[in-house]
C-alpha cells in the first residue's frame, strides 16, 4: 500500500488532477444511481452549499499538507492517500445530489445535475430561475436566502481561496523543508525510484562514483555500471585470497541493506559486487537484493 501510495505521490500535478477528476465524476455517477430526491433547492442555498463544499475541499488539502511530513516518515503516508481518495468522491457524490435539488427547482426534474460538472456549466444551473415561483421544499435560514445567503456564499468563497493559497504555500515550505530533513530527503528519495523508475535512478547513483579508485592498500573500485535493474560495482584485488571473508561479506552486506540502498532495493533493484584478480579471474560474486538482505 505505501508502495502504491509513494508512486501516487511522485505523479505530476496534471496527472493527479486527472485522477482527481476521475474520482469526482466517481462519486457524481454514484449519486446518480444511488441517491434520489423530490426536494428542490433556491439558487442562493444551492451557491451556500456549493461554496461550502469548496471550502471542505480546500480544508482538506491543507489539512494533508501538515500531516504529510509526518505520514512520509512513518510509513503511513498511504493513509493519507486513501483519506484524500474517499473525500474527493465523496465530494462529487455531494455536488451531484445539490445539483439534483437545484435542477428539480430550476426545470422541475433531476437530471440536469450533470451541468456542473462541464465548463460553465455551475453557472447556468446556479442563475437558472425557479421553474414554479414557490418556497424550496428545503426550509432556509435567514444565512442561507436572499442577501444574507450571498453573503455567506461570497465569504464561504473567500475562505476557500484563503484556504486554497494557503495549501500552496504549505506546499512550497514542505519542498524546501526536504533538503534539509534526512529522513524527508529519503521519503523524498523513494518517491523519485517510483516517478523515474529503477533503471534511471540507477544510472544516476552510477554517474556519481570515480573510477577508478582505491578502496584500501589492495583494492581498486575499477568501475560501477547499472545494467538494467542491476547497479554493478566491479573490484580488482591485488590480495591472494580463494574467495571474500566471511566477515568481509557480513560487512558488506551490513553497507548495501540499509538507506539509502535499501528502499532502491526494495522497489526491485539488485546491488552487485564482483571481485577480480589483476587477470581478470573472478575471486567472488555478491548479490543483494530483497531475498538476499531480509
Known sequence: MEALALKYGALSDGESNIISLALVLFG??????????????????????????????????????????????????????????????IIGFLICAISKKRSRDAYGVAKYAYLPFIPLGFLWL?????????????????????WGGVFTGVSLLIASGVAANSTKEAVQRF????????????AGFEMRIYSRGIDAILTELASGFQTPHRVDNETVLKSVVADGSTLRYTYET???????????????KRRNCVAPLMPVINAGATMEHVYTRPDGSLIDRLRFDTRTCN
Open 175 to 186: 519542498a524546501q523543508q526536504v533538503s534539509q530533513d534526512p529522513a524527508l530527503d529519503q
Open 126 to 146: 446556479l442563475f437558472m430561475p425557479p421553474k414554479n415561483r414557490t418556497i424550496s421544499g428545503i426550509k432556509s435560514t435567514p444565512f442561507m436566502r436572499g
Open 238 to 252: 591485488a590480495a591472494a585470497i580463494a574467495a571474500l571473508p566471511a566477515p568481509y561479506k557480513t560487512d558488506l
Open 28 to 89: 457524481a455517477f454514484a449519486c446518480g444511481f444511488a441517491y434520489q430526491t423530490n426536494a428542490t433547492l433556491s439558487r442562493v442555498s444551492y451557491f451556500v452549499y456549493f461554496s461550502a463544499i469548496l471550502l471542505a475541499s480546500n480544508f482538506l488539502g491543507l489539512f494533508s499538507v501538515h500531516l504529510m511530513r509526518n505520514a512520509l516518515v512513518g510509513g503511513y503516508f498511504w493513509v493519507i492517500v486513501c483519506i484524500q481518495f474517499f473525500s474527493v468522491i
